[in-house]
């Protein structure tokens, strides 16, 4: 007589079981973004209560515009972060490419999409460059993007003749930070959205049950999906109010059109880091670059990658900054970008130490420099108290990341 044994099934966690697992991980220090979200909670609650216009929703739409570039730009240096590397001139490399594009749309007369490909390609070009001293010559990067911090600002000095205003009057280019969706589109990206993130979760756990592997519970995918909808959908709405203030000469409604060019960009990176084997190799080498060698992994392709992906999100940066400031000159991407960027990307939960780290860390952390920048805006602070309180979010920020690698390190989870 023989016997059949029937391939073990894996039930589905409960939401309880999910809830006491994510806290045991959190007293272990993997904090994630847990931080960057209740500071972020936190001060939107400060300021709300010290300044009734916060909330209103012609400043609840500047948020996404003032903070759009910034983010941008912070998306890519969180690849750099992964790696443990650090890239001083991301902010004058947004300003360089911000440059090409205006150069060669306004004086040159090239369409806007050229003009946009060509910027792109200077900072694919910039990455390789700065990529391939770090990673095949051994110069730190830290050396590297600090020469390059200092360089950049000539060649934008060269490109705009020595300090020269270029104006942008191309409508296409104009509208990335200055228009907004209609609010039906809106609504219908919303709707969108909603469905393939439900469907993209649905997926997920069919797959895992498929291979007899632990899955998330319908139970738990349906939290994610309602407060995914439930948190959009209020964003929508206020974005969808009436926010001029004289509504019978110009209206102001909808969506900024800068809204779903991040969201496009955070699901593509997203979706590398998490789903590919590229991701999983950055992974590997920001976590140890000695055993990823030893695995296989081109190191250097992959550090050589990330520099590119880095210039080339920081050449997006610059064309939403181009796009919001109407023009270009030798202080696009200077001033406080770069450290803004840099502290985006750690607020929001990226490790400087390398390993450890997504792309939403840079939404969230830009949101937190944005609502501190603004509200603080709001409530009549000079521009010292600004950088005061920002630097000392980021050192806060980079101490939670320090002490919870070391809890991890403690209790045997890294």
Partial sequence: MTTTTSPAKTSAPAIGSQVRDYFERVRGGDLGALPAVIGLVVLCVVFASLSPSFLSPINFANLFTQGAGVTIIAMGLVFVLLLGEID????FASGVCAAVMAVLLTNEGWPWYTAVLASMVTGVLIGLVLGALVAKLGIPSFVVTLAAFLAF??????LLD???NVSIRDETILAIANSNLSPLLGWVLLVAGVL?????QLTQARRRTSRGL?????AVIAVRVGALAVIAGFAVYVLNLERSRNPAIISLTGVPIVVPVILVLLIVWTFVLRRT???RHVYAVGGNAEAARRAGINVDRIRISAFVICSFMASIGGIVAASRANSVDPNTGGSTVLLFAVGAAVIGGTSLFGGKGRVLDALLGGAVVAVVINGMGLMGYSASVKYIVTGAVLLLSAGVDALSRKRASSSGRR
């Fill in 214 to 218: 632990m899955a998330d519970s319908m």
């Fill in 277 to 279: 084997a590229y991701g």
């Fill in 162 to 164: 020595e300090g020269t």
């Fill in 196 to 200: 393939l993130y439900a469907g993209i």
């Fill in 88 to 91: 001083l001139s991301a902010g």
């Fill in 153 to 158: 600002q000539g060649v934008a000095l060269i």
